[in-house]
């Protein structure tokens, strides 16, 4: 019988094919895919950071089961019902009690929620995002989305009154750094946007990743997020967040804001947050929030109770079962361990990372150069000795590691063994 991708060719589009070499996965379980032609794989891609706890996990399988027997959909534009109330209630609790939240089903969809609350609380129309940002695939969010011109080709006119600024990738700035400081261009930007392009008296919203994702795992530098954030409250823009893929537990602790220190004023999260299902939220400070009033925005699906059920699940895991010590703990492994990478192939040009949100960056050691070419060799290495890799950056030339959130140091062993074999191997061509 064909496989899945033999099989796929007659019934999905290009746009939702892969290579003939893509794992055909039957079933999972932890950090371990099982694939169609009896193959063992290591996963670290976590789904693209969504199963936070590794495969299937029993307590999300347990809250899982239990739930679909009691209810599985009511519909919370039109009823209230458990376990959609409890989990805003642990929500809020985890991020200090000043916050409101609203479930969607996606990462787009809880940024669009994100971009509306600005501009219906600020009656203001622009936002500004960032350069190298991805937001997610409707229209709105693909127009504020700059990692890579093909996420947009074809799809003009994009939503108007978005204008974009340099976020800080320091390891391919133009500008000179001065002790790993934030070169002040990145800051002096915003008077030159304010004075030459839009009046901040017209701006809703400063949008951005507070760790790029799909952009090459962009760690910023803190003092320039202050810098931000002091804007934002100077001019009464909203400075919204969009921890999609840094948020629930990711950084080590709930959301990336609250390891960098610096609080959004609205801030949308997905992914992980159900540990497999579909669920998304925009949160926003409450004096925010209270000004969205009835109908001004909804959804059918959103705080499915199965997903709370299960996100609820992932929540207590995460406080109660050491999961975010862990994160920690093992985020400084993995950054150890790429280091040692980095000291044995020059073509690592550069690592880095927060908690377990890590990439390695490929280039060419002549001149720095972004090495796609060489990073999809080792991707391939890997996968031919069983370990799966995604991608990032827009020249796809860093390695990103996603590992589920209490992944162990065992695993991770084994994984760096591999990636260098992976890299040797690519390097021989
Ligand atoms: C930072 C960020 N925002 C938004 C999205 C879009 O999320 P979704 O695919 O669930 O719509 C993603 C997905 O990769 C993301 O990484």
Known sequence: MANQHERSQYTVPPMAMHSATTPCV??????????????????????????ALGHCHPKVIAAIEKQAHTLIHAGHNVLYYEPYVTLT???????GNKYKLYFSNSGAEANEGAMKLAKYYTHRPVIISM??????????????????????????PMMPSVYFAEYPYLYRTPYQVVDGKCPKEYMTQFDEIFKKIVDPSMVAAIMM??????????????????????????????????????GFGRTGELYAWQTLGVEPDIFSSAKGIAGGLPLSAVYGKKEIMDHWTAGAHGGTFGGNPVSCAASLAVLEELYEGGVLE?????????????????????VIGDVRGVGLMNAIEF?????????????????????????????????????????????TEDVLE????ILDEAVAAALKG
């Open 131 to 156: 350069k190298n940002a991805f937001h997610g695939r409707t229209m709105a969010t693909a127009t504020i989305t700059t990692s890579n011109a093909g996420y947009r080709k074809y799809y003009e």
């Open 209 to 246: 990743e507070p760790i790029q994702g799909e952009g090459g795992y962009v760690v910023p530098p803190v003092e320039w997020l202050q810098y931000v954030r002091e804007i934002c409250d100077k001019h009464g823009i909203c400075l919204i967040f969009d921890e999609v893929q840094s």
């Open 363 to 407: 280039v060419n050691p002549e001149n720095k150069d972004p090495d796609g070419k060489l990073c999809a060799a080792v991707q391939a290495e890997a996968l031919k000795r069983d370990l799966f890799l995604l991608n990032c950056g827009s020249e796809h030339n860093n390695i990103r590691l996603i590992p589920p959130l209490n992944v």
């Open 326 to 346: 862990n994160v920690k703990k093992m985020g400084e492994v993995v950054r150890a361990k790429m280091r040692e990478l980095q000291a044995k192939y020059p």
């Open 26 to 51: 039957v079933r999972a379980e932890g950090v371990y895919l099982y694939t169609e032609d009896g193959r063992k794989i290591i996963d670290m891609a976590s789904g693209i950071a969504v199963n």
């Open 414 to 417: 084994t994984v760096f063994a």
């Open 89 to 95: 209630e642990k929500l809020i609790e985890k991020t």
